[in-house]
């Protein structure tokens, strides 16, 4: 009994560790993506369904320059919102477009009208 006990005990103890050290982030092949489903982060992706090289930001920092592995690449974005209304932007200076979600919005597929224009951020 004392033995199943102290197994039962170890085998928690390991799950708990496992659990804190978990990265929390599927498909981070590239760049800089350790914030999976934190609140007032948002990803881009360079592949649909979140997939490729990722990269994440703070929600409300505005026009952050998208590094050379995603911009111009940009085809799936996901967020988790830290406020109520918060929103997300991608944004193309080279053709003048913004695309804009609710934070908490997640696009396995940025619209056709969007996809591979992201430039900044925000």
């Known amino acids: 009994m004392r033995s ?3 197994r039962a005990g ?4 390991a799950l708990v560790a496992g659990l804190l050290t978990f990265p929390g982030t599927p498909n981070a092949f590239g760049g800089d993506c350790t914030h999976f489903g934190s609140p007032g982060y948002a990803q881009v992706y360079t592949d649909t369904t979140y997939g490729g090289d ?3 930001w703070l929600n409300g920092h505005y026009n952050a320059a998208l590094p050379s592995y995603v911009r111009y690449k940009v085809s799936s974005l996901r967020s988790w919102a830290s406020k109520p209304g918060e929103t997300v932007f991608l944004h193309s200076n080279r053709d003048g477009l913004t695309f804009q979600v609710v934070a908490g919005e997640a696009w396995a597929a940025v619209p056709g009208w969007f996809n591979d224009k992201a430039d900044f951020a925000g």
Do not use: D
């Open 4 to 6: 199943t006990m102290k």
């Open 10 to 13: 170890l085998v928690a103890a």
């Open 54 to 56: 990722c990269f994440e």
